[in-house]
């Protein structure tokens, strides 16, 4: 399987417990792994076999800005779903971080993983 990969996409957000972090958007950064086949895609040189990563991107950047979570785990869950159900993506790896969380650390956040990394994607058939 081959991986269709997004690193260090940047999104404002509104996101925290607190008080004032419902008042502010702060930054958020995502890393994404997608299990694909490419072969199809490779083999014609056309995007309708290939899954869009500028789309993808485009999408999560507007989900993402327009919502307001409490946790960033519930935010990660709401990411791998939109990707599952609005792309067909059966595999993924999420790295969510939040670096404006805690002044002495780079970032804190959270990685997940969903679906059957050897499923065949769905927009693919």
Request: charge should be negative; proline fraction near 3%; hydrophobic fraction near 50%.
């Amino acid at each position: 399987m081959d991986i269709l990969y997004i690193r260090n996409l940047k999104v404002d957000a509104v996101v925290g417990i607190f008080s004032w972090e419902k008042r502010i958007r702060q930054p958020l950064h995502l890393d994404l792994e997608i299990a694909i086949d490419i072969r199809k895609a490779a083999a014609t040189d056309d995007i309708q076999y290939a899954l869009d990563y500028k789309t993808v991107s485009t999408r999560l950047t507007q989900f993402i800005s327009q919502s307001e979570w409490h946790l960033i785990e519930t935010l990660a869950e709401k990411i791998a779903v939109l990707l599952m159900e609005e792309f067909g993506v059966t595999w993924l790896r999420l790295k969510l971080s939040k670096p404006a969380a805690l002044p002495a650390a780079d970032s804190v956040g959270l990685m997940i993983e969903r679906g059957d990394k050897n499923a065949p994607c769905l927009f693919m058939e």
